[in-house]
């Protein structure tokens, strides 16, 4: 695959949607606070990896030569293959988010671990 190439797949659904994932899952293990976020947070950090990742590969495109600097069809198409991997995988995963009490539940121990490591135990 040319860097061209993998440019342009960085600008489809499916590219974005693998893209996105190989990068959340690196925030994950890089910055340990990422698994004490909520859902609704961690959307909208994938809603950013989401629309962030093909303008950045289309600002490539565009800066190296690939293709025009244009407003339609580059960076739109860039925006709603953006837009598209993020509601698919948010409906994807919506079915496995918590109930209201496994939520609570898991709050709580969140907090009791966050006061653990504040106090140095381990």
Excluded at 23 to 40: E, G, M, N, Q
Aim: charged share 10%; net charge positive; proline share 5%.
């Amino acid at each position: 695959m040319t860097f061209a190439a993998f440019l342009s797949w960085l600008s489809t659904p499916s590219g974005i949607a693998i893209a996105a994932g190989v990068v959340l899952s690196w925030l994950a293990d890089a910055v340990p606070r990422y698994t004490y976020l909520s859902p609704k947070q961690k959307r909208l950090v994938f809603l950013a990896a989401c629309l962030l990742l093909p303008l950045l590969a289309a600002t490539l495109r565009g800066a190296a030569g690939y293709a025009a600097w244009t407003l339609d069809p580059l960076y739109w198409q860039a925006l709603t293959a953006g837009a598209t991997a993020f509601g698919a995988g948010t409906l994807a995963h919506t079915t496995q988010l918590p109930t209201v009490s496994e939520r609570t539940l898991l709050n709580r121990y969140i907090a009791a671990d966050l006061r653990r490591q504040g106090k140095g135990e381990m």
